[in-house]
């Protein structure tokens, strides 16, 4: 049912999702912690991985501080609206999920160490929704650039999914697809929680469940 409802989603008409705009919205130059250029150019050979799991200001914050990430960003992706904005998002007829993107060196992180902080702070089972925040930007996503990255994460869900039915949890409701258009978020969404520490109210919705040891890569 799940994957019914994504397609739905994606499907929007002109009738119920807002037109957009033809320019991206505004947001940060620069990275509020790392001081790198949002948009980049980033250096080579970094690569990047994309990420939705549910509310995107906890998860950013996560994502920047592993070691080997060089930047991370917030923003839109997986619907149909061009460039939207956040309260669009929140609307629920645009079809986006809230996503982080992260630019890493693969000399330094691998990409199934990224895979396993994603499976990890969030329940993958929920479906649109991720605890208390409910709606279509919420699911779990897992958009791929590359076919080492589609086969990387698909045996991540299979093995975190064998690992979540073992402690009695329902079947995973994460997407794997091809990376869509990414949209930048707002400015002031940008690494929300390194620029409002008073006001953090996000906390993780994990389901607790470690990834598999034996399928845990150093680096």
């Given at each position: 049912m799940i994957f019914g409802l994504l397609k739905m989603f994606r499907n929007r008409g002109p009738d119920t999702a807002p037109p957009g705009r033809d320019r991206p919205i505004r947001t940060a130059e620069l990275h509020a912690v790392k001081r790198v250029p949002l948009k980049g150019p980033y250096p080579e050979p970094h690569e990047t991985a994309l990420f939705g799991l549910g509310c995107f200001w906890g998860p950013e914050r996560i994502f920047w501080s592993i070691p080997g990430v060089w930047l991370t960003a917030v923003g839109?992706?997986?619907?149909?609206?061009?460039?939207?904005?956040?309260?669009?998002?929140?609307?629920?007829?645009?079809?986006?999920?809230?996503?982080?993107?992260?630019?890493?060196?693969?000399?330094?992180?691998?990409?199934?160490?990224?895979?396993?902080?994603?499976?990890?702070?969030?329940?993958?089972?929920?479906?649109?929704?991720?605890?208390?925040?409910?709606?279509?930007?919420?699911?779990?996503?897992?958009?791929?650039?590359?076919?080492?990255?589609?086969?990387?994460?698909?045996?991540?869900?299979?093995?975190?999914?064998?690992?979540?039915?073992?402690?009695?949890?329902?079947?995973?409701?994460?997407?794997?697809?091809?990376?869509?258009?990414?949209?930048?978020?707002?400015?002031?969404?940008?690494?929300?929680?390194?620029?409002?520490?008073?006001?953090?109210c996000w906390r993780p919705f994990g389901t607790g469940v470690p990834f598999p040891a034996d399928l845990r890569k150093p680096g």
């Open positions: 839109y992706a997986g619907g149909s609206t061009p460039n939207p904005t956040y309260r669009e998002v929140c609307g629920g007829l645009t079809g986006h999920a809230e996503v982080v993107l992260v630019v890493y060196d693969p000399s330094r992180l691998r990409y199934e160490t990224l895979l396993r902080v994603f499976w990890e702070h969030h329940d993958p089972t929920q479906g649109m929704r991720q605890g208390l925040d409910v709606g279509s930007q919420y699911r779990s996503v897992l958009y791929v650039y590359s076919d080492a990255q589609r086969r990387a994460a698909e045996a991540s869900r299979a093995a975190y999914g064998n690992a979540l039915s073992a402690r009695g949890y329902g079947p995973i409701t994460t997407e794997i697809a091809d990376a869509p258009s990414f949209y930048f978020a707002e400015e002031y969404l940008q690494q929300y929680l390194a620029k409002n520490r008073a006001k953090c």
